[in-house]
T-cell receptor, first 117, second 114 residues
Framework: AQKITQTQPGMFVQEKEAVTLDCTYD???????LFWYKQPSSGEMIFLIY??????QNATEGRYSLNFQKARKSANLVISASQLGDSAMYFC??????????????FGQGTRLTINP | GAVVSQHPSRVICKSGTSVKIECRSL??????MFWYRQFPKQSLMLMAT?????????EQGVEKDKFLINHASLTLSTLTVTSAHPEDSSFYIC??????????FGPGTRLLVL
């Protein structure tokens, strides 16, 4: 079974500082995908970044980067130069091996990030 | 990124009535859509996987007769909450899987059953 663990229920960071949101996972699939989503108070889930298990390099998307450490089974999200608008819930998710039909995402419990001015 | 819409965004209904929620992928075709439920301050819980032209696959513990899912086209999936009761009040959110395997989410529907 697949499992995602986010150990930080809440984080408070000063504006313009970098922040790392932790995510560890467990799976027996040799091939999988890892995602990060942002959920502001409006409720929508906003896709931020994706990392494939066979990707050689860590994924980056603008201010977002994913610190992928396969041996440790961790996929931490790093937000550089945080902004007030980054305040939201952040969810880490994993998708299993596609050819087995395991398309569904398994979500962590989320981390509530608050950026202080 | 890809756009997924959901309608209605908010609905209040009386106990015993049925509510239909639509999920549309606006700029891509989605052979697979997913329906989630989210309680306040909790994570998303997958309810079912909706495949175009076939029956939905429900997660364990989700009543298929209670939550009817129809995926009639490559851009539309509907979730009908039948005979809704107050305990069905929740935030329902759909997602559509793109060709790049990323799931894009709709804005969600807040259901309140009185």
């Amino acid at each position: 079974a697949q499992k995602i663990t986010q150990t930080q229920p809440g984080m408070f960071v000063q504006e313009k500082e970098a922040v790392t949101l932790d995510c560890t996972y467990d799976t027996s699939d040799p091939s999988y995908g890892l995602f990060w989503y942002k959920q502001p108070s409006s409720g929508e889930m906003i896709f931020l970044i994706y990392q494939g298990s066979y990707d050689q390099q860590n994924a980056t998307e603008g201010r977002y980067s994913l610190n992928f450490q396969k041996a440790r089974k961790s996929a931490n999200l790093v937000i550089s130069a945080s902004q007030l608008g980054d305040s939201a819930m952040y969810f880490c998710a994993m998708r299993g091996q596609l050819r087995q039909g395991a398309q569904k995402l398994v979500f962590g419990q989320g981390t509530r990030l608050t950026i202080n001015p | 990124g890809a756009v997924v819409s959901q309608h209605p965004s908010r609905v209040i209904c009386k106990s015993g009535t049925s509510v239909k929620i639509e999920c549309r992928s606006l700029d891509f075709q989605a052979t697979t859509m997913f329906w989630y439920r989210q309680f306040p301050k909790q994570s998303l819980m997958l309810m079912a996987t909706s495949n175009e032209g076939s029956k939905a696959t429900y997660e364990q513990g989700v009543e298929k007769d209670k939550f009817l899912i129809n995926h009639a086209s490559l851009t539309l999936s509907t979730l009908t909450v039948t005979s809704a009761h107050p305990e069905d009040s929740s935030f329902y959110i759909c997602s559509a899987r793109s060709m790049r395997e990323t799931q894009y989410f709709g804005p969600g529907t807040r259901l309140l059953v009185l």
